[in-house]
């Protein structure tokens, strides 16, 4: 997409993304705009300087000279970083949301930065036996391999984690967006499927759980001490954990494998892989991470 | 309670409807001269009409134009037996028959009524032998603006390919629909339409808006050849040769040597619906006409009230979970909007828009961003 002349007046470049055009072809009422949202995605508020020598004019002048990118029509590819609403002006931290791998050994990541989903039980078996870090088990799963945890909370030395998280700062909702050829979300014990919110067009499946609702997946952050099995520095809100259910289309053929992905060595075996990501976003605070997820099958 | 979404209220919502004017002009040399062995004009197989293109049509380049095409009514002379042995007779019968069932309509009897003259079917002329123009809807969009249309043909002359240097053709004369703003009909069953005059005011043919059609009257192309009573006309040249040529064979457009023949561009051997179609091609001097695009639009009021939106989920936003605009408490945030999102109760984002620039939102300013959804 090219960038939008700002030489003039302020223009606005609005386009149907492909979900809307989907919805709309489809005549049945479900293209109904009913809400709306602002985002930033192209600003970097690194380039705030609160030290200009000019003074507080000059903050902003280089986030204000940024350039815009033209819309995107794919669905996903825009409104990635939302701004927030909250009557209050004098936060000064806001809560995120972390990976955690420290919490016990069942939760950290491959070496190389991902989560391992072995797609079929041989797969299982052969990374079990060899050892291999960061293993989902996505046949079985809830089988005593790993998962997926995601902490929210203000991650701030300055204020400690025995203080309780405002309630309206505090995570009650998460989105989790999913790839749906090749994998459905799961609770950790491997007993519960998910469900899915909805499909969109290029097949991202977007779950909704909440608090209350979906006690398998998001529950309260108890824990008030510094310990070593906490990413959350500061005051602790929610944690969201979930496991896979590998496709039938991933468990039983190679062709999405070969067709997006390749072949990759663990130990002395050969696994087709495909990298994918799953995104969290809360849905009361936006925040957003993005956790990268390999899917393999021994070869 | 911290958001990321506003609803919309009623009062948010607009719908409004606007009508958008583009011209287009179009000159002769597109219709005829630009392009090598008319690389830009398609022929068919049946050979019931022809097709301009901007560019040679092989080529995904190409944008259609328009059509040319001729036809006769079953009422017409040229229907008779007497000239049942011209060239594709029966097609020009049906192409005639299909465009008046379809601009004109029937009549109490279910017969297929002839274009009239005036537009008043209870009476009058008849266009009996006519040429069809039909625009691209790529060009005349929903439909052609009334008034806006004019188109000027070189009727004298020798006729023939025009090309740099041949100064042949002669004796332009300029048909447009003057006056169609206030004055037009609407009692066709393919929408509303107006009346062509050439320039001494005679009524040599019909526009029809919505479907983009004109239709002309065989007698503009030659002064004998009009309908009987229809009037005016263009008129042969003050001297030379007589046309154009309708029919690329000179015999027949020269009413000297053909003077019993009014109807000859149709007829004879060279007088097919293609080499008709070729005349008109290469008789066209500039044709020029607005089009019209309706736009029904719903507007978006996305409005940002002084409490809402002042802070962000970008990463960049926070270091350490702080906010990085902020020294201390009593610092107001800030954020800044580039993007815009409208979305599905489901929470599907269903379109975006985008500004130009970042607009900088704080808890001491209110923005109304208006976004424009065109149908």
């Not at chain 1, 791998?101 to 060899?130: C, I, K, P, R, W």
């Not at chain 1, 944690?239 to 468990?251: K, R, T």
């Amino acid at each position: 997409m090219a960038f939008l002349d700002n030489s003039g007046d302020i223009i606005l470049d609005a386009v149907l993304t492909d979900t809307g055009r989907m919805r709309l072809a489809r005549g049945d009422g479900s293209f109904k705009i009913s809400k709306f949202a602002f985002a930033d995605d192209e600003i970097d508020y690194g380039n705030y300087d609160k030290g200009h020598a000019s003074g507080s004019a000059y903050y902003d002048l280089q986030i204000l000279q940024t350039p815009v990118l033209e819309a995107f029509t794919n669905n996903t590819s825009s409104m990635k970083n939302k701004l927030l609403s909250i009557s209050r002006t004098n936060l000064l931290y806001l809560p995120v949301l972390e990976l955690n791998e420290v919490y016990d050994g069942s939760t950290t990541m491959h070496g190389d930065d991902y989560f391992l989903v072995a797609v079929d039980e041989d797969t299982q078996t052969q990374l079990q036996t060899d050892s291999i870090a960061g293993r989902i088990f996505g046949a079985t799963p809830g089988s005593g391999a790993g998962y997926v945890r995601v902490d929210q909370g203000l991650d701030t030395s300055d204020i400690s984690p025995s203080n309780l998280l405002d309630a309206d700062l505090t995570e009650t909702q998460y989105i989790v967006e999913l790839d749906n050829r090749f994998a459905s979300l799961i609770d950790t014990a491997g007993t519960q499927m998910a469900s899915v919110s909805f499909i969109d067009d290029d097949q991202i499946a977007s779950y909704y759980m909440s608090l209350g609702t979906d006690n398998l997946f998001v529950k309260n952050n108890e824990e008030t001490a510094t310990i070593g099995t906490q990413v959350i520095s500061g005051p602790r809100g929610t944690y969201l954990q979930f496991s896979f259910q590998a496709s039938i289309d991933l468990n039983s053929s190679t062709f999405l494998f070969t067709q997006l992905g390749s072949t990759v060595t663990y130990g002395s075996t050969s696994y087709y892989y495909l990298d994918s990501v799953v995104r969290v976003t809360g849905a009361t605070t936006g925040y957003k991470i993005d956790i990268p997820v390999r899917f393999a099958k021994k070869v | 309670m911290a958001t990321i979404f506003k609803s919309f209220l009623n009062n948010d919502v607009a719908v409004t409807r606007t009508l958008l004017h583009e011209a287009i002009p179009l000159t002769g040399t597109i219709a005829s001269g630009t392009y090598t062995a008319d690389a830009n004009i398609k022929n068919y197989a049946h050979g019931m009409f022809q097709s301009v293109y901007d560019y040679p049509y092989l080529s995904s380049s190409a944008n259609h134009i328009f059509d040319v095409t001729v036809g006769f009514s079953a009422n017409s002379n040229l229907s008779g037996t007497t000239h049942n042995s011209e060239a594709q007779q029966a097609k020009k019968i049906n192409l005639y028959t299909q465009m008046a069932q379809i601009l004109v309509g029937h009549d109490e009897t279910g017969t297929v009524r002839d274009f009239d003259q005036d537009g008043d079917l209870s009476g009058g002329i008849k266009i009996k032998e006519a040429v069809f123009i039909n625009f691209a809807r790529l060009l005349g969009k929903d439909e052609l603006k009334k008034g806006s249309f004019s188109a000027t043909f070189l009727t004298g002359g020798t006729p023939g390919v025009r090309a740099p240097g041949n100064t042949n053709h002669t004796q332009p004369i300029t048909i447009n629909d003057s006056g169609a703003v206030n004055d037009y009909r609407v009692n066709s069953p393919a929408g509303e339409y107006g009346i062509l005059y050439s320039a001494t005011g005679s009524q040599v043919g019909l526009i029809y808006y919505q479907a983009g059609i004109v239709v002309l009257t065989g007698a503009v192309f030659g002064g004998d050849r009009k309908e009987s009573g229809l009037g005016g006309g263009f008129g042969p040249p003050a001297s030379g040769a007589y046309g154009p040529a309708i029919n690329t064979s000179a015999a027949a457009y020269d009413i000297s040597t053909n003077s019993s023949s009014y109807d000859a561009y149709m007829t004879g051997a060279a007088g097919s619906i293609s080499g008709a179609a070729d005349a008109v091609r290469n008789c066209l001097q500039s044709m020029a006409f607005n089009n019209t695009t309706e736009l029904n639009s719903t507007i978006y009021f996305c409005r940002a009230n002084h409490s809402e939106f002042n802070y962000s989920s970008n990463p960049s936003y926070l270091a350490s979970s702080k906010l990085v605009v902020k020294n201390k408490t009593t610092d107001m945030p800030v954020s800044y909007i580039t993007s815009v999102g409208l979305y599905s109760a489901d929470n599907e984002l269903l379109a975006v828009a985008k500004l130009s620039e970042p607009l900088k939102k704080t808890p001491t300013n209110e923005l109304t961003l208006r976004v424009r959804l065109d149908y």
